[in-house]
């Protein structure tokens, strides 16, 4: 079988504009182009698509889908079978949250006592599922499972204040890593302010802290292509950026 980009749209529930638009940035191309100019996508290009629509299901950006999907060591197969475990993690996240709903509607109509601890559960494993999708499989060929289970451990016990400071905390990091790689200097104050704030953004989440594991985490954001994408998706070369100001924080020779 093959499909005009409206026909493919059509089936899969996406619009032309944004098919388009997947092969303008390569992440989807057409097996060809007919004679009369319109774009022609065959089963290869179907299955392509439905991996690009279970990962934008699970909350994967583009760039990263691109780096993973254009990877000489992606599989498909493999790649299915890790979506159906994410889409079974996150139904069991919707479960906590719609049980959550129950009780709080059960609360209001005074018919059950919910505790404030209660009142947050699921929130707290959504960030333990979210850190787990975009960084678990680099990160347990870095680390032990143990490691990675006290981890998600200290996530989980967070409070509610823990939780608001973390997610803060990341979208500050981000947004003085911009600002610092304005500069163009990793040893300046404003990169080394990142520094630091990545380092008690990490200290939410890890045992514990050292300056080798920084550093080596550091390095990892520009080895490997899905965490470089991440930092990368609104400032190329911010992942390499943040590597050198980390360097620099913990006294770290390239």
Known sequence: MEYTVQKLGRMAGVSTRTLRYYDEIGILKPARISSSGYRIYGQAEVDRLQQILFYRELGVGLETIKAIMTAPSFDGAKALREHREK?????????????????????TEGRIIMSNKEKFEGFKQKLVDDNEAKYGKEIREKYDDET??????KVASMSREQYDEVTKLANEVIETLHSAFKTG??????AQKTADLHRQWLCYYWDSYSKDAHAGLAQMYVDDPRFTAYYDEKQPGAAE??????????????
């Open 87 to 107: 889409l079974l993690e996150k139904r069991v996240q919707l479960n906590v949250l719609l049980s959550n709903i129950d009780k709080t509607i059960s609360l």
């Open 148 to 153: 990675i289970k006290k981890s998600n451990q």
């Open 185 to 190: 200097d990793p040893a300046g104050k404003l």
């Open 241 to 254: 950026f943040l590597r050198d100001a980390v360097f620099i924080y913990t006294g770290t020779k390239k």
